[in-house]
């Protein structure tokens, strides 16, 4: 914490270092930079998502104080959790924040947030009380949310459910807020950015789609490695053979335990492109563009009622219930007849197309960042009120 004049200015330390922990944190980014009176913001990339990364802090003007750059091919859990333990402690040393923001339940969030936590500084969690209730899936992320609630000073909740969740946990309640999800505010900012500007060269599709109606489809989950990606692809060739107005666009993740079973099953299929992962801007004019999604990850299940588009949820449970409840999506697992039973039914059947179209986002409303910063403040004032007040 340093001083200026009379007032305080506290550190804060971000800590991230995947492409979706990028994109939820860039508003609570953005926000704190515009408190420049009351914050010091101290960003720092852990760095093993690389490609992936670099692109979202470019798009949303974000820089990285600290780089770990702990990339390396092939990486595995114990790598990504002793090389941001060990890593991120001589940051949190030298510069001695007042707190440490991490975002959801990637491994390195969890790894730095126990640093912070063997080093007695306080830790928020944006993102926090999401539960599938089976610490398997999605793997490792179950877990490692579980184990930042438990650490955190302050619990950053997207919905009341979320909050409930860890009331139930026996969590301090003072430490639970809910706010909505940072997400849905840099989701609602890009799509203003992209409906702005809809020529501009680098939000263009640069696949050769043809007429008809377009299936997106991402599947990167580690419970799917293997046999269920294949069913995944082999249910997505089917819809293919089986609908000729249909062409399926797959963002495959660069994981080589993706791809294997991906280009092995969908390589030469004239209407299914398998692309790399687009930039934010890109993948949200797929979202508009596209008829449905396909998808197993979280993020894509928060984004998708806001652009009004049903999801398949490729997964047996999902931490967030409330895109199922509203009618939004529908879970299919891995299972390929029911993947093309479900997929089916929203292209033959326009009143099931329409009834899954959510009328609002039940994960926010845009203010989720002002929300989270506006407490941070409040807790870094009150901690200093509390000390002075020490006999």
């Given at each position: 914490?340093?001083?200026?004049?009379?007032?305080?200015?506290?550190?804060?330390?971000?800590?991230?270092?995947?492409?979706?922990?990028?994109?939820?944190?860039?508003?609570?980014?953005?926000?704190?930079?515009?408190?420049?009176?009351?914050?010091?913001?101290?960003?720092?990339?852990?760095?093993?998502?690389?490609?992936?990364?670099?692109?979202?802090?470019?798009?949303?003007?974000?820089?990285?104080?600290?780089?770990?750059?702990?990339?390396?091919?092939?990486?595995?859990?114990?790598?990504?959790?002793?090389?941001?333990?060990?890593?991120?402690?001589?940051?949190?040393?030298?510069?001695?924040?007042?707190?440490?923001?991490?975002?959801?339940?990637?491994?390195?969030?969890?790894?730095?947030?126990?640093?912070?936590?063997?080093?007695?500084?306080?830790?928020?969690?944006?993102?926090?009380?999401?539960?599938?209730?089976?610490?398997?899936?999605?793997f490792?992320?179950?877990?490692?949310?579980?184990?930042?609630?438990?650490?955190?000073?302050?619990?950053?909740?997207?919905?009341?459910?979320?909050?409930?969740?860890?009331?139930?946990?026996?969590?301090?309640p003072?430490?639970?807020?809910?706010?909505?999800?940072?997400?849905?505010?840099?989701?609602?900012?890009?799509?203003?950015?992209?409906?702005?500007?809809?020529?501009?060269?680098?939000?263009r599709?640069?696949?050769?789609?043809?007429?008809?109606?377009m299936i997106?489809?991402?599947?990167?989950?580690?419970?799917?490695?293997?046999?269920?990606?294949?069913?995944l692809?082999?249910?997505?060739?089917?819809?293919?053979?089986?609908?000729?107005?249909?062409?399926?666009?797959?963002?495959?993740?660069?994981?080589?335990?993706?791809?294997?079973?991906?280009?092995?099953?969908?390589?030469?299929?004239?209407?299914?492109?398998?692309?790399?992962?687009?930039?934010?801007?890109?993948?949200?004019?797929?979202?508009?563009?596209?008829?449905?999604?396909?998808?197993?990850?979280?993020?894509?299940?928060?984004?998708?009622?806001?652009?009004?588009?049903?999801?398949?949820?490729?997964?047996?449970?999902?931490e967030?219930?409330?895109?199922?409840?509203?009618?939004?999506?529908?879970?299919?697992?891995?299972?390929?007849?029911?993947?093309?039973?479900?997929?089916?039914?929203?292209?033959?059947?326009?009143?099931?197309?329409?009834?899954?179209?959510?009328?609002?986002?039940?994960?926010?409303?845009?203010?989720?960042?002002?929300?989270?910063?506006?407490?941070?403040?409040?807790?870094?004032?009150?901690?200093?009120?509390?000390?002075?007040?020490?006999?």
């Amino acid at each position: 914490m340093t001083s200026e004049g009379n007032a305080r200015v506290f550190k804060v330390l971000l800590a991230f270092g995947t492409r979706p922990e990028a994109i939820k944190l860039a508003p609570v980014y953005r926000e704190m930079k515009r408190r420049t009176d009351r914050i010091r913001l101290i960003c720092y990339v852990t760095g093993q998502h690389r490609e992936l990364l670099d692109k979202v802090l470019e798009i949303f003007t974000v820089r990285a104080d600290h780089d770990l750059n702990i990339f390396k091919a092939s990486q595995d859990l114990f790598h990504v959790t002793a090389a941001v333990l060990a890593g991120i402690k001589a940051a949190l040393l030298g510069e001695k924040p007042d707190l440490l923001m991490v975002q959801g339940d990637t491994t390195s969030a969890f790894a730095a947030a126990l640093a912070a936590f063997y080093l007695q500084i306080p830790i928020a969690h944006v993102e926090a009380g999401l539960r599938s209730y089976d610490r398997f899936q999605p793997f490792p992320e179950e877990v490692n949310r579980r184990f930042i609630s438990l650490m955190a000073d302050l619990n950053f909740c997207p919905t009341k459910r979320a909050a409930e969740n860890l009331l139930a946990e026996k969590i301090d309640p003072f430490s639970i807020h809910v706010t909505g999800n940072t997400g849905i505010d840099a989701l609602i900012a890009a799509m203003k950015i992209v409906e702005a500007e809809p020529d501009r060269p680098d939000f263009r599709l640069d696949v050769p789609l043809p007429p008809g109606r377009m299936i997106l489809v991402t599947g990167h989950r580690r419970e799917n490695f293997g046999k269920g990606l294949a069913n995944l692809a082999l249910a997505l060739v089917d819809l293919a053979t089986k609908y000729k107005d249909v062409s399926v666009v797959y963002s495959m993740h660069p994981n080589p335990n993706v791809r294997r079973e991906i280009e092995r099953i969908l390589k030469g299929h004239e209407r299914i492109f398998v692309i790399p992962p687009p930039d934010y801007f890109r993948f949200i004019t797929l979202m508009k563009r596209c008829f449905f999604i396909v998808t197993d990850s979280g993020g894509i299940q928060e984004e998708a009622p806001s652009v009004k588009k049903p999801v398949l949820v490729a997964r047996t449970v999902t931490e967030r219930p409330e895109v199922v409840e509203t009618g939004a999506a529908i879970l299919v697992g891995s299972n390929r007849d029911r993947i093309v039973e479900e997929a089916s039914r929203l292209l033959e059947d326009p009143a099931h197309y329409s009834s899954m179209i959510a009328r609002e986002n039940p994960f926010g409303d845009g203010h989720a960042s002002e929300r989270i910063v506006d407490t941070v403040e409040q807790f870094l004032i009150s901690r200093v009120a509390d000390t002075k007040g020490d006999p």
